[in-house]
């Protein structure tokens, strides 16, 4: 498949950014064209200098407006790599409304573009949380139903199986990517591990959800661009592909490695009230992904956690 012109959404954001950076680095003769809506999450800085260096254009726009999509789509493109969603959950439990918008009427919106527009292939990022909760032991895998538990992961879940549908009903080209919980450089600080960062280089107290014991996988962001590069040239047509990190932790031992890297006593701790919905833990299978594809994580959490450090004390938010 001869990709030369690819479409990323929501590629202003942490995970979309260091997505462009990374195909830029590897592939400077691509050309990406970077449609992002701008909202509290994404930064134009993100990607500063990339008009001037590299085959890169911005559109100011959000994936639901089917005239910016189409008018985008309609000049050539040969895949969608969709990032662009409102992805917090605490967020979502506030205003599930929004997210529904984004994350199922923005997905259907450019499954329809590449439809029309004879786009090679789509991409849907989306999440291991469309799974729901697991108990102390297993892996999800691709089989996995799908069980979310909160607006997010349910307008997620929603997203995915209407990508779904565009392969079965209109043969469309469609992979969706699971994957575990990132982190890295120019994530915005709401999330655990730059908010636990941010605060602890301040001295401030960490708020911890519940008992602290919520187990996550983890991955440092540049394997995920890693593997989603892999599945956009590799991938098998109509395929689901779920990414792990290999770095099962619990939010408080996450907390604490933040803490001691940091030089910060644990008294700065703050077990706080529960959120609604918190999901015990979250684990998937990547052997799918290993073998089909020859994909393993280059990095260790440790190795992650201290270049993630390392790059917020240089930049502040």
Request: with cysteine; charged share 25%; aromatic share 12%.
């Amino acid at each position: 498949m001869n990709l030369k012109k690819i479409l990323v959404t929501g590629g202003c954001g942490f995970i979309g950014s260091n997505f462009i950076r990374y195909m830029f680095q590897n592939y400077p003769d691509m050309e990406i064209i970077n449609l992002d809506a701008l909202t509290y999450a994404g930064n134009r800085r993100n990607l500063a200098g990339f008009t001037q260096k590299f085959r890169y254009s911005f559109y100011h726009g959000d994936i639901t407006d089917k005239e910016t999509v189409n008018l985008i789509a309609e000049k050539g493109v040969d895949a969608i790599i969709n990032f662009a969603a409102q992805s917090h959950v605490d967020r979502s439990i506030v205003q599930p409304d929004l997210f529904v918008h984004t994350n199922v009427v923005g997905a259907h919106v450019l499954l329809e573009a590449a439809r029309r527009w004879g786009i090679q292939k789509m991409l849907q990022i989306s999440t291991d949380e469309v799974y729901g909760s697991l108990d102390e032991e297993g892996l999800f895998t691709e089989e996995s139903p799908l069980a979310p538990n909160n607006p997010y992961s349910a307008s997620k879940a929603g997203a995915d199986l209407l990508a779904r549908a565009y392969y079965k009903t209109y043969g469309l080209h469609i992979n969706i990517i699971r994957c575990c919980n990132n982190f890295g450089p120019r994530q915005f600080p709401e999330k655990l591990i730059p908010l636990m960062i941010l605060r602890a280089m301040a001295g401030k107290s960490l708020p911890v959800y519940g008992d602290g014991l919520y187990v996550r996988d983890w991955i440092y962001v540049e394997d995920h661009c890693s593997a989603i590069d892999l599945i956009l040239r590799k991938g098998r047509k109509g395929e689901v592909y779920n990414v792990g990190g290999f770095h099962q932790k619990t939010n408080l031992e996450v907390v604490k490695q933040i803490l001691v890297k940091l030089e910060q006593s644990t008294y700065l701790i703050n077990f706080v009230h529960d959120r609604p919905g918190h999901d015990r833990r979250y684990a998937v299978d990547s052997s799918k992904i290993q073998r089909e594809l020859g994909w393993k994580p280059r990095y260790s959490f440790e190795e992650g956690l201290d270049l993630t450090i390392a790059w917020y004390q240089k930049n502040l938010f």
